[in-house]
T-cell receptor
Framework: DQQVKQNSPSLSVQEGRISILNCDYT??????FLWYKKYPAEGPTFLIS?????DKNEDGRFTVFLNKSAKHLSLHIVPSQPGDSAVYFCAASAGANSKLTFGKGITLSVRP | GAVVSQHPSRVICKSGTSVKIECRSLDFQATTMFWYRQFPKQSLMLMAT?????????EQGVEKDKFLINHASLTLSTLTVTSAHPEDSSFYIC????????????????FGPGTRLTVL
């Protein structure tokens, strides 16, 4: 059973516009959420995270929103740049010192 | 962000040989490291949790005698694929947990660059 779901396999956005990447989860015990960016043949790079005590966290062009009642989070990238083109993984953990559960990823393409 | 290295980045070996992959946290101490495997166009699959000074915890379906994990120090974990076969060919990625940015003891995992294993 997929506890972290990224239902859209891909997203294409024009450079300069906003990219919105969505993620849903089913495990109500999850309390820490992370987004990772991954290029082919490389390890994932940590982007941004959010604790369940917050509903928004911002870091430069990246903002993560958390809607606990809907069990939904989203990553906003604005403005999008061609270098943002990669696979983005949503991940979640339940409690301190626990393992991460990953979604299947979404491929973002930013068109020049 | 924190830096995690992996060595080698790519290895090609003959069937039946053993391959060791090293994972190092370069700028922080990691009591816990994780080993993942990724198949093409799939998500990261957690294989095992490596704890410094104790035995690794393996996920269901992962053979502990096949994938030997040693976490000998706070900055080094190794994964040895024993008697490798072509079906073991994959992209292996490690991560190390460092203290997180937020309260409550939650931590963030930082990933190594991965190792591409090809078994002929």
């Amino acid at each position: 059973d997929q506890q972290v779901k990224q239902n859209s396999p891909s997203l294409s956005v024009q450079e300069g516009r906003i990219s919105i990447l969505n993620c849903d989860y089913t495990n109500s015990m999850f309390d820490y959420f992370l987004w990772y960016k991954k290029y082919p043949a490389e390890g994932p790079t940590f982007l941004i995270s959010i604790s369940s005590i917050k509903d928004k966290n911002e870091d430069g062009r990246f903002t993560v929103f958390l809607n606990k009642s809907a069990k939904h989070l989203s990553l906003h990238i604005v403005p999008s740049q061609p270098g943002d083109s990669a696979v983005y993984f949503c991940a979640a953990s339940a409690g301190a010192n626990s393992k991460l559960t990953f979604g299947k990823g979404i491929t973002l393409s930013v068109r020049p | 962000g924190a830096v995690v290295s992996q060595h080698p980045s790519r290895v090609i070996c003959k069937s039946g040989t053993s391959v060791k992959i090293e994972c190092r946290s370069l700028d922080f101490q990691a009591t816990t490291m994780f080993w993942y495997r990724q198949f093409p166009k799939q998500s990261l699959m957690l294989m095992a949790t490596s704890n410094e000074g104790s035995k690794a915890t393996y996920e269901q379906g992962v053979e502990k005698d096949k994938f030997l994990i040693n976490h000998a120090s706070l900055t080094l974990s190794t994964l040895t694929v024993t008697s490798a076969h072509p079906e073991d060919s994959s992209f292996y990625i490690c991560s190390a947990r460092s203290p997180g940015r937020y309260g409550g003891g939650t931590d963030t995992q930082y990933f190594g660059p991965g190792t591409r294993l090809t078994v002929l």
